[in-house]
């Protein structure tokens, strides 16, 4: 299969739109992760010593 070069142009400020959506996305996903990570806790707060204990943890992993 032969390559071919790719010379196409992109309509004027496309690039500048796309880095707009990409951090727009990167923050997005930074809450989603950031929340994740707080309802895990959360749950995890919940638990007991023993029940921390049987899953490998203690309270001071939860920090």
Do not use: C, Y
Not at 2 to 8: G, K, L, P, R, S
């Amino acid at each position: 299969m032969a390559m071919q070069a790719n010379t196409m142009t992109v309509p004027f400020g496309a690039v500048a739109v796309l880095r707009a959506v990409n951090v727009f996305q990167s923050a997005v996903e930074a809450v989603r992760d950031w929340n994740n990570q707080r309802q895990t806790l959360k749950a995890l707060s919940g638990l007991s010593d023993h029940q921390l204990a049987d899953i490998g943890l203690n309270r001071g992993d939860l920090i």
